[in-house]
């Protein structure tokens, strides 16, 4: 994870294989099939949609084969993630929502405060993809109602910066500015340097 976040993929998918040697070896299907959603997602960040997909048909061959006998909390990962590719490869809002309310569902079940705040934020790029912007507003702002229970503080400038951005699109620029003031400014140290210029871009 820390290797991602520094943009370092090649690292990233070495250190997860290695992880993924392990629970194969053990023989240990989630630790298998989360390892995958892993690389999926690294992929994925890298833009590497294809590999990404490629992992996440891997992982759903392995649900079915399991008879869908996987933990819970590694069956939400996996959903937030095929929403994620659903939105950013193939552009389909109805199976973005449909897998981001499948994980935003056991979230709440297991009280997982970060994979519900990705889900919601997931539903809200959805709607907003869609000019939608009522409904993202409202599936962004039920995101910031649990972002204290949140300690990565990469997701939380995410959040913030989501709930800016539609204000922006939808004219209402006070409220975008006072997000980035007041909400963004604390957090500034933990912003991305694409973060940052999404930040500039509400502001401007």
């Given at each position: 994870d820390s290797?991602?976040?520094e943009l370092d993929f090649s690292n990233a998918s070495q250190y997860i294989v290695k992880v993924l040697d392990y629970y194969q070896l053990s023989k240990d299907l989630d630790?298998?099939?989360f390892c995958k959603v892993k690389l999926a997602e690294i992929n994925r960040h890298a833009a590497l949609y294809e590999n990404a997909?490629?992992?996440l048909v891997e992982v759903e061959n392995l649900i079915k084969k399991s008879k869908n006998n996987v933990n819970p909390s590694t069956l939400m990962f996996y959903y937030n993630r095929k929403a994620s590719l659903s939105t950013e490869?193939?552009?389909t809002p109805d199976s973005t929502l449909y897998y981001s309310n499948k994980a935003l569902k056991i979230a709440e079940?297991?009280?997982d405060f970060e994979i519900?705040?990705?889900s919601l934020m997931e539903i809200g790029y959805a709607y907003e993809n869609q000019t939608k912007y009522d409904?993202?507003?409202f599936y962004y702002n039920k995101g910031i109602s649990i972002i204290d229970s949140i300690t990565n503080q990469q997701i939380k400038?995410?959040?913030y910066i989501n709930l800016a951005r539609v204000y922006s699109k939808s004219r209402q620029y006070k409220q975008a500015v006072k997000i980035c003031e007041d909400d963004l400014a604390p957090l500034k140290k933990y912003l991305s340097i694409v973060q940052q210029l999404l930040v500039l871009d509400i502001k401007i």
């Open positions: 290797c991602k976040s630790g298998v099939i997909f490629d992992y490869y193939f552009s079940k297991i009280k519900q705040l990705l409904l993202a507003l400038c995410d959040a």
